[in-house]
């Protein structure tokens, strides 16, 4: 069965840093990965997708992922942080597996991210 | 840039009455979803349509819930028998194709008394 974890379930850096959300994987065949990011009283926002390709992806906000294969992970990461991206993020995975035939997506228990000033 | 919506932001219901939540998705989005997500928990799928029917449901959508695309912009998840584990944020979402980019609503928070 696919699965996804996100072993944190707060990540606290300061204003500048660099930041990272972690995120792993179980699939069976080639995984389709995804970060979105839920802001209070919003609904989720797409960041970023991992279909193929390149392993380092780059999406929305300055927000990238890296996916590693042997290490089945799809870490979240922004070069500096900033407190306006204090917020939930939830990693999802695409279900692809014979039993799906519209790739609902399942998701991790989510990481809130705290930039402090 | 095209978003989807959702009414009402916040729904308030007595155990065992039904309740409508109502959903607009991207207008040329051909998918659509629902999922919830019970207050400190993941974000979990109950159902996708396409074509005018369910495609795909999960052991949560029993027969107490219904979708339906009642014309062709909106898409309504219905609550027969609304029961107090019911009380979660319902999210629709909706993609161009199947294995696409699903794009989330804003949710409707449902609190059942």
């Known amino acids: 069965a696919q699965s996804v974890a996100q072993p944190e379930d707060q990540v606290n850096v300061a204003e500048g840093n660099p930041l990272t959300v972690k995120c792993t994987y179980s699939v069976s065949g080639n995984p389709y990965l995804f970060w979105y990011v839920q802001y209070p009283n919003r609904g989720l926002q797409f960041l970023l997708k991992?279909?193929?390709?390149?392993?380092l992806v780059k999406g929305s906000y300055g927000f990238e992922a890296e996916f590693n294969k042997s290490q089945t992970s799809f870490h979240l990461k922004k070069p500096s942080a900033l407190v306006s991206d204090s917020a939930l993020y939830f990693c999802a995975v695409r279900d692809i597996s014979g039993s799906s035939n519209t790739g609902k997506l399942i998701f991790g228990q989510g990481t809130t991210l705290q930039v402090k000033p | 840039e095209p978003e989807v919506t959702q009414t009402p932001s916040h729904q308030v219901t007595q155990m065992g009455q039904e309740v409508i939540l109502r959903c607009v998705p991207i207008s040329n989005h051909l998918y659509f979803y629902w999922y919830r997500q019970i207050l400190g928990q993941k974000v979990e799928f109950l159902v996708s349509f396409y074509n005018n029917e369910i495609s795909e449901k999960s052991e949560i959508f029993d027969d107490q819930f219904s979708v339906e695309r009642p014309d062709g912009s909106n898409f309504t998840l219905k609550i027969r028998s609304t029961k107090l584990e019911d009380s979660a944020m319902y999210f629709c979402?909706?993609?161009?194709?199947?294995?696409?980019?699903?794009?989330f609503g804003p949710g409707t928070r449902l609190t059942v008394l």
């Open positions: 979402a909706s993609s161009s194709r199947a294995r696409d980019t699903q794009y």
């Open positions: 991992y279909i193929t390709g390149d392993n």
